[in-house]
């Protein structure tokens, strides 16, 4: 069975995913977080980026639904994370951390005790790499949580199959903020590529969409 790579985002009115200063505090609701924790529930792991953990500092861990919690997994390009932070210190089983030859002396210095570590094949985040050691290691659900950088890498090559997507009621106006896709080029004929909307939900002032390629 082929890996399926899916996005969890939630977007403001004028398709801000982020705060001015960056963050997301306060701006999904009760319903949203429920929402978020049933598409957790039913992946087998879930990827987020080093910029997610130290900005967010997010508990990967279900609490508005039972389920298992998906395995963490941690892509660091360069530097390291904190011990201290919630994905070490809160998650029931070990993370994964995929880092590269450049930094990877530095994460077993730092976190050998806290996590699995895995080296890439070369100093940047290659995201077919990352889903071919996902893929062999047997994971078939997989949430990617990373931020609007990462899900742009991952849709350059194709890899994203399924966008949750929860529309919340805020106008922030910020043209400098991010959206769910942020990166430098558009891509190649997305005109062509219609992405096909197999459910949506109100729920009080929230819209849940969910599209599939």
């Known amino acids: 069975m082929k890996l399926q790579l899916s996005i969890n985002m939630a977007m403001t009115l004028d398709g801000k995913v982020a705060r001015p200063d960056g963050k997301w505090y306060g701006l999904s609701s009760r319903n949203d977080k429920r929402k978020m924790d049933v598409i957790r529930s039913e992946a087998d792991a879930l990827i987020v980026g080093k910029n997610s953990i130290l900005n967010d500092n997010p508990v990967i861990k279900l609490r508005y639904v039972e389920g298992k919690n998906p395995l963490p997994i941690i892509l660091i390009r ?31 210095q730092d976190l050998q005790e806290y996590a699995e570590i895995l080296s890439l094949s070369s100093n940047e985040i290659e995201p077919k790499e990352v889903l071919s050691i996902l893929s062999e290691k047997g994971f078939q659900k997989v949430l990617l949580e990373g931020g609007p950088t990462l899900n742009y890498a991952f849709q350059k090559e194709g890899l994203i199959d399924v966008i949750n997507l929860t529309i919340v009621p805020f106008l922030i106006g910020q043209k400098s903020l991010p959206s769910i896709v942020t990166g430098d080029f558009p891509f190649p004929n997305f005109d062509q590529e219609k992405w096909k909307l197999v459910s949506f939900e109100k729920l009080e002032n929230e819209i849940f969409l969910r599209y599939e390629k």
């Not at 994370?81 to 077993?108: G, M, S, V, W, Y």
């Open 78 to 108: 360069k530097g390291s994370l904190p011990k201290t932070k919630h994905i070490f210190q809160q998650a029931d089983r070990k993370p994964l951390i995929l880092c590269t030859p450049q930094n990877e002396k530095e994460i077993r």
